[in-house]
């Protein structure tokens, strides 16, 4: 079944590689209730659209920190997502999902067929999360040199994404990003 605007975010639990301060760190989508969560899935690490995607979430980083916390997700290692962010200097956390536990709940491990080929991989996908724990919007099938653009739009028309900005959100970021 496929996830819909208005249904429950599947909750996770999962190891969150961040960039700026290093060694992972478990989170799970309750310790965000009360503010919105931007989880975008993506194929693979240093990969060109991957690449493109993550640097444009990084240059707009000022933008959006404020309004949501953001998780990229894909099946690659944590020493693999580590490399990723010391590499392009992402400022945001990734999480791990070799099993696949979360893209199923989410339901972009899908068929893909390239060239005739068919195969299992991940269906390039953004879920905006409201605070309540809901989905707010999905983007599926992003392009990846359209994406900033959409959470950019999507961000600005709502409200409530720019109303929480107090010392219990920062603690909250700061607790995935510091430790």
Not at 4 to 14: H, S, T
Not at 28 to 54: M, W
Not at 76 to 81: E, L, R
Not at 145 to 151: C, F, G, R
């Amino acid at each position: 079944m496929k996830l819909k605007i208005g249904d429950r975010a599947p909750e996770f639990r999962a190891t969150a590689i961040s960039g700026k301060y290093g060694a992972g760190q478990e989170v799970k989508l309750s310790d965000f209730r009360g503010e919105h969560v931007i989880l975008y899935f993506y194929p693979k690490d240093n990969t060109p659209g991957c690449t493109t995607q993550a640097c444009d979430l990084r240059d707009a980083w000022e933008e959006v920190k404020g309004s949501a916390q953001i998780f990229g997700v894909s099946v690659d290692s944590t020493a693999s997502h580590q490399k990723f962010i010391d590499k392009f200097r992402l400022p945001f956390p990734l999480l791990s999902d070799s099993d696949k536990t979360l893209m199923k709940s989410y339901g972009v491990w899908v068929k893909k067929n390239f060239l005739g080929k068919k195969y299992m991989g991940t269906e390039r996908t953004t879920f905006i999360i409201d605070p309540k724990g809901r989905i707010a919007k999905i983007f599926r099938k992003v392009k990846p040199n359209e994406h900033i653009d959409l959470l950019r739009q999507s961000i600005g028309h709502e409200n409530s994404c720019e109303e929480k900005s107090g010392p219990e959100r920062k603690s909250k970021r700061d607790r995935v990003q510091k430790k």
